[in-house]
């Protein structure tokens, strides 16, 4: 049997294969953010179609912390009823899940509860000034609110949970020089910046204790003058290592990246099959950490999945875009038919969720 089907484990729960459902907004959950029958459709078919391990779409984690609408909520324990449904329509279908925790920071959403958009500081930008900057008895606050959305997570049955410090949202931009302008102890140099990513994965680790499963997703940079480098995630990743991670889920890019350089990017010739967006930052924290890498963004290929990990590049390959366009995309491979992905990632799919009725591929059919 391939590598890529055999049985592993991070901390936890057995993983029957190393494909991974990348966190991916699905535009199903309720106005308050609770958990909906479509949504949990979509999960069961996820795990249904053989996804070794399923991240939710971001769940906030507090209010002002919401991205747009229709997104997941882990903000109050309201909240674990319909998550503890999510994880157990996943374990009846055989999968596994993880729900990853967000906070959008200053890319926030106030939405008719008017809550202010804040972050390591204000940014200015061509069309005006985003967020203002935390006091540090509010980034106690997130601190306090991450840990305590993992422990819902936990307490609803979820098998991990993946922190989300990628792609502009809060962590990332703490992180991100770009973002971060801050001169106290949470900004100035990397470790000043990473102080807060650090705090929270001390926090998160502290609440679910030390055999349950604590992922990170983060940038391998931002694809913004003056951002998060790759030589930054490289001293990074081990900091956050050390606080208590058990994988690093490596992607790219911020809502001010070029289109072409985001991690949702869309390809010049869909015929053409893309090399995977950071499959050399991945090469290169290979050699910085021991932790497993989950690898997202560009992968199409049955091919391509199989070296990525036969490798070592990557012990985890992880798909958005193809599993909204084939659910059982895994299923299929592990058959013995391995024609690519029929995805042609151009974000078409994403029309219907941004009108409030959910992501699906507008090619099927």
């Not at 070794?52 to 002002?64: D, K, N, Q």
């Not at 994880?87 to 200053?106: C, D, F, P, R, T």
């Not at 013995?336 to 969720?353: H, L, Q």
Request: proline share 6%; hydrophobic share 40%.
């Amino acid at each position: 049997m391939p590598a890529l089907f055999e049985q592993t484990n991070i901390n936890g729960p057995a993983l029957s294969n190393r494909f991974v459902r990348s966190a991916t907004w699905e535009g199903l959950a309720a106005p308050d953010g609770s958990v909906t029958e479509p949504l949990l459709d979509a999960m069961s078919a996820l795990a249904r179609g053989r996804v070794g391990l399923i991240i939710s779409g971001h769940a906030f984690v507090s209010p002002e912390g919401r991205a747009g609408q229709w997104q997941l909520a882990v903000h109050e324990d309201g909240m674990v009823p319909g998550l503890r449904r999510m994880a157990e329509v996943v374990h009846e279908a055989g999968g596994k899940i993880a729900l990853q925790i967000a906070h959008a920071g200053i890319r926030g959403a106030a939405g008719p509860d008017g809550f202010p958009a804040v972050g390591p500081s204000e940014l200015e930008t061509e069309s005006g000034v985003m967020g203002r900057a935390m006091s540090e008895a509010e980034m106690a606050a997130v601190i306090a609110s991450f840990a305590a959305a993992a422990g819902r997570a936990k307490d609803a049955g979820f098998d991990a949970v993946q922190i989300h410090a990628a792609h502009g949202y809060l962590l990332s931009q703490f992180l991100s020089p770009f973002f971060n302008k801050r001169t106290d102890g949470y900004g100035g140099d990397l470790p000043g910046r990473v102080r807060l990513a650090r705090e929270v994965v001390q926090a998160v680790r502290a609440t679910v204790g030390p055999q349950y499963p604590v992922f990170i997703k983060i940038n391998s940079e931002d694809f913004v003058p003056g951002g998060m480098t790759v030589d930054n995630m490289l001293e990074t990743v081990p900091i956050l290592e050390a606080a208590g991670l058990d994988a690093v889920e490596l992607s790219g890019g911020t809502f001010l990246s070029k289109p072409e350089e985001r991690s949702m990017r869309a390809p010049r010739d869909p015929q053409v099959p893309s090399l995977p967006y950071y499959e050399s930052a991945a090469e290169r924290l290979r050699l910085r950490t021991g932790l497993p890498i989950v690898l997202v963004g560009g992968i199409r290929t049955y091919e391509t999945s199989e070296r990525l990990v036969s490798q070592g590049i990557a012990d985890y390959v992880a798909l958005c875009r193809p599993l909204i366009c084939e659910p059982d995309l895994i299923r299929r491979w592990e058959s013995g038919d391995t024609k690519a992905s029929t995805c042609r990632s151009d974000n078409r799919c994403f029309v219907r969720a941004l009108k409030g009725r959910g992501l699906e591929c507008v090619h099927k059919g």
